[in-house]
């Protein structure tokens, strides 16, 4: 069966400091990965997408970049933290044309 | 750009009432509303979805209908238990790739 691993769950960093969140997929392949941030109270906002190795998608102009190094493997990162990076980082997959999402478990982030 | 809009932000029932939550999109090539329940400190699971070619469907306690031509579509709990005390966020999928979601819904359940 498929899972999906995202790690860290916490992390509290200071404003300017360097991030790096990552997240792999088990039980699939070529699988279409996503990364959403959710504000506090908030709803859902799709900052990447990758159909595959190497191909990034931007949704929203910001301080956040995204890598697929590996079919199975995408990455969240930012060369300096800001204080409205803050939130709650959700990673997930989905397979074929109209199927459902699967997410991690999220990392929440503190900037501080 | 695509939008999903979300009523009500918030919603108190007794238990044993039924909660309803609805939706509009604003991409009419959209085909795919999956609605998904969210725990605190956790990621969204998906409950239960619709495709465009369908304008109902029902899964035990839980529905959602389609309305393709308002492009409304709507979530069902009927017998609503504490245990359905969640955040429930409705989303619309055009082209494969992108699941735009709503706002979202926190849903309390009194006992």
């Known amino acids: 069966s498929q899972t999906i691993h995202q790690w860290p769950a916490t992390l509290v960093q200071p404003v300017g400091s360097p991030l790096s969140l990552e997240c792999t997929v088990e039980g699939t392949s070529n699988p279409n990965l996503y990364w959403y941030r959710q504000a506090a109270g908030r709803g859902l906002q799709l900052l990447f997408y990758?159909?595959?190795?190497?191909?990034i998608s931007s949704e929203v102009p910001q301080n956040l970049s995204a890598s697929r190094p590996q079919d199975r493997q995408f990455i969240l990162s930012s060369k300096k933290l800001l204080l409205s990076d803050s939130g709650f980082y959700l990673c997930a997959w989905g397979g074929q044309l109209g199927a459902e999402a699967f997410f991690g478990q999220g990392t929440r982030l503190t900037v501080v | 750009g695509e939008n999903v809009e979300q009523h009500p932000s918030t919603l108190s029932v007794q238990e044993g009432d039924s909660a309803v939550i609805k939706c509009t999109y604003s991409d009419s090539a959209s085909n795919y509303f999956p609605w998904y329940k969210q725990e605190l400190g956790k990621g969204p699971q998906l409950i239960i979805d619709i495709r465009s070619n369908v304008g109902e469907k029902k899964d035990q306690r839980i529905a959602v209908t389609l309305n393709k031509t308002a492009k409304h579509f709507s979530l069902h709990i009927t017998e609503t238990q504490p245990e359905d005390s969640a955040v429930y966020f409705c989303?619309?999928?055009?082209?494969?790739?992108?699941?735009?979601f709503g706002a979202g819904t926190r849903l309390f359940v009194k006992a």
């Open positions: 989303a619309a999928q055009t082209g494969g790739f992108k699941t735009i």
């Open positions: 990758s159909v595959g190795i190497g191909q």
